[in-house]
């Protein structure tokens, strides 16, 4: 610890010559100018010699732990907002699987777009026509224009392409048997019946020309039957129609297809809705899942109700006696003998960096204070200054002063003056702070 010591010394110019004519004869000075001492104390440390973690103070950590529970709920309402909640309780996120409002749970999609091109519609600029449809004819083109919504409600088209166009089409060609020609074909759709002549490609053995998408999900392929038709020998012909298996089979992919697709547009449209001007532009699912998993209680927080627990924790530091406070350094400090008529400026200065930063953790705070005490027992306490605060984000510098007026303190006693920290002991994260140099640096003045 160095300690030095500048006296200014103010000379005191009297104006002689009372007999002057610009003065009365009867003039005199009513006050002495003021003497003024300037001391400072410091010291310097290494690097890891100085350190000082969280503090658990059981008057006061309660009321910081509540203000800080409730700054975070004000966090994660700003990435999850309560109209990204439902209403009712057990609140859960909107459209999702557990919002029982409206059916939302989704299955996988049956085709992959990648693998499955036919299920991807294109659209032009000018009319959102359909593009790249494939080649299924009896398919309603105004499936492929932009998802209309009204108040939640599904109008019409979809973002999620044509996926009912991967499931074997019943009025396509493709259902024929391959390798046969020359059929004569009568009926519609799945009740169609190929009369075709016997050749050795077209067999009872035949299989339909359908391709199946290479990539599906559910019950979505048709080409591992190991039968698809009913076939009849008349004469020299064939006869094929699709048998219950593969009739079945079509209309499960189809309802399977149509199922997701509503399914999605369903949820798009109910998150449309969601706070007026969508989900999108206002929850993030990150945010809340946290709300509903953490912090179940924030739909109720307020940024009133947390101005108020803010305010009640830093009541509960500055009131009492301090107790929360802990001495940094207890070889640091600044010994003298008060003196009659006079005055003190105190000034703390602190060097530090945060071992670890608070990002983003306005609560994290990092408060310092000097008081004045009896030298034999720190726990006499003659004077605490008001406190000091930085927050932990960064790097700091801290620089306090306070003001003590004259007759605070009995002439001819002995005091010292110490600096003191708090930093409220967190549930969720453990903080220090390392301390390079600290100062004290006092000016007495006596009149």
Known sequence: MVKNKKALILLLVLLASFNHPAYSRDRSIKYMPANHEVEMVSRDYLAGEKAVAEIDCSRCSGLFRLAKKCNDCLDLKELCPNCCLTATLPRVIKCSVDDTSADYVCTEAPFKIKDCPQTECDYTTSDNDCVNCGSRGNDDETQCHTLKCSKGLVLSGSPYGLQNRGCPDEFSAELAPAGCSGCAITGIGKNRVWTCPKTPSCTPNSRPSFQPCSETFGPSRCDDLPSFYEVTAIGASYEYKLNSAFKTCINTC?????????????????????????????????????????????????????????????????????????????????????????????????????????KNDENAKFYTMVKVVDPASNTIVYYSSNLHQ???????????????????????????????YFMNDDEDTSYEVEITRMSLIVTRVRE
């Open 390 to 420: 930085k927050s932990l984000n960064a790097a700091f510098s801290i620089y306090g002063t306070t003001l003590i007026s004259k007759g605070t303190f009995s002439p001819g006693k002995s005091y010292q003056i110490r600096v003191y």
């Open 254 to 358: 189809t309802t399977y297809a149509d199922n997701y697709e509503e399914c999605k547009d369903r949820v798009e449209c109910c998150k449309h809705a969601v706070c007026e001007t969508g989900y999108k532009a206002n929850c993030t699912d990150s945010g809340c899942a946290k709300r509903i998993a953490v912090k179940p209680a924030c739909y109720e927080a307020t940024a009133g109700q947390c101005a108020r627990l803010n305010q009640n924790a830093q009541k509960c530091l500055e009131g009492g006696t301090n107790e929360c406070f802990v001495e940094i350094d207890r070889n640091m400090y600044y010994d003298f003998v008060a003196r009659t008529g006079e005055a003190y400026n105190i000034i703390w200065q602190i060097n530090t960096t945060p071992l670890r930063e608070a």
